[in-house]
């Protein structure tokens, strides 16, 4: 039997195909949008990079110009084929694959993602962590960058409920519904902090920006 959060995933992978040319529009429209990308400059981020759920590969460039290594990952092939294109660096490796079942061959020192967590049905959320987890060096550290409490104004057809969701339209006249977590910093703080991470997280412009270590572990 197909659960509510994998009919709901599948219903967001199915938007994020076939939206995939217009994924970028609220970085042209949105000021807080435009302005975010230079917090990259005052985060952890080197070594081997993970990016989870990269997208359209917004963030991927980013990342090279710090890293040793980026691979890249994402289950739809329409915004890697746009991330590929954005990305022309032969350091960067890009991987089509679910997030959510992808275990990589070896660790890394970041793991970042961007505007991903928000996505993850919060029943997920511990088994999502553990991942990451598992995919860090020692020492190293997880990224994340997402939209706070206040993006639920600009969204259309917030649902609260077990799963979260949010409608959103396209150009076509399509809909879709998304899982959309509107993560407030304090409460997870709390959450992240009782699953044995060292966090940090602050908002910051509407978002909320994060730094967070694993429990410790066997190596």
Sequence with gaps: MISDDDALLAEQ?????????????????????????????????????LELACGTGRWTPLLAA??????????????????RARTPFPHVRFVQADVFAW????????????????????ARLPAFWSSVASMLTPGGR??????????AASEEGVTEGPVPTVLRRLD????????????????????LTALGWTVRVRPLD????GVAQPPPGPA
């Design 13 to 49: 992978i199915s938007y994020y195909r076939a939206g995939a040319a217009e994924y970028d529009r609220p970085y042209t429209e949105r000021a807080e949008l435009r302005r975010l990308p230079a917090v990259i400059d005052d985060l952890p981020i080197g070594g081997d990079v």
């Design 66 to 83: 710090r890293a040793r290594s980026v691979t890249a990952v994402d289950v739809a092939p329409e915004v890697l084929a746009l991330a």
């Design 103 to 122: 275990q990589p061959p070896r660790r890394y020192d970041t793991v970042f993602f961007a505007f991903w967590l928000s996505h993850v049905p919060p």
């Design 142 to 151: 997880a990224v994340f960058i997402d939209d706070g409490p206040a993006a």
């Design 172 to 191: 076509d006249g399509s809909r879709y519904r998304v899982v959309k977590v509107f993560h407030d910093a304090a409460a997870l703080t709390g959450d």
């Design 206 to 209: 509407g978002s909320v920006v």
